[in-house]
């Protein structure tokens, strides 16, 4: 079984900073994926950024980018040049691939303030 | 094109009530799944299919079922609501590289 951890129930940052978030998983899966979903108060589920446990390039996406590293289970998002609209609660979760790709197993969330 | 169309946004509910949530997704997808989410908890995973006709458990399967007639449709049905079914749902599909979810269901059962 999957578990994955938030250890950060609530992060803040201010306009233009940057802020980690940070994510622990625990899985006996040698190829499975990883992920960074963003729910704002509209409640929908919005993928940030996508990462593969075979590729050892952390994945970017414009201001988002993750520190993966494998050997410690450990999977942080790091928010560069915060903006107002990224205050909302954030996910990390993992999929196991193989036969149980798809079913994903989340974090508790991480609610990031960003103050003006 | 729509992607997951979940129904309906909100419903209130007495206890032993029976609904069905509903789930459609036009992207042809063979993976969807319910989740529940509850404070402090993230989500959880009710119930999985990997295509029309095969259905499994998740982490929380008791107090609902699910079928999958087709690839568009996974409709999650409450048979007897239950107060700890107060929840806020999310059905997603899945079609290899990312998961889309639906907008949620926020389900009051009183």
């Known amino acids: 079984a999957q578990t994955v951890t938030q250890s950060q129930p609530e992060m803040s940052v201010q306009e233009a900073e940057t802020v980690t978030l940070s994510c622990t998983y625990d899985t006996s899966e040698s190829d499975y994926y990883l992920f960074w979903y963003k729910q704002p108060p509209s409640r929908q589920m919005i993928l940030v950024i996508r990462q593969e446990a075979y590729k050892q390039q952390n994945a970017t996406e414009n201001r988002f980018s993750v520190n993966f590293q494998k050997a410690a289970k450990s999977f942080s998002l790091k928010i560069s040049d915060s903006q107002l609209g990224d205050a909302a609660m954030y996910f990390c979760?993992?999929?196991?691939?193989?036969?149980?790709?798809?079913?994903?197993?989340f974090g508790q969330g991480t609610i990031l303030t960003v103050h003006p | 094109n729509a992607g997951v169309t979940q129904t309906p946004k909100f419903q209130v509910l007495k206890t032993g009530q029976s609904m069905t949530l509903q789930c459609a997704q036009d992207m042809n997808h063979e993976y969807m799944s319910w989740y529940r989410q509850d404070p402090g908890m993230g989500l959880r995973l009710i119930h999985y299919s990997v295509g029309a006709g095969i259905t499994d458990q998740g982490e929380v399967p008791n107090g609902y079922n699910v079928s999958r007639s087709t690839t568009e449709d996974f409709p999650l049905r409450l048979l007897s609501a239950a107060p700890s079914q107060t929840s806020v749902y999310f059905c997603?599909?899945?079609?290899?590289?990312?998961?889309?979810f639906g907008q949620g269901t926020r389900l009051t059962v009183v």
């Open positions: 979760a993992s999929d196991a691939g193989g036969t149980s790709y798809g079913k994903l197993t």
């Open positions: 997603a599909s899945n079609g290899g590289t990312e998961a889309f």
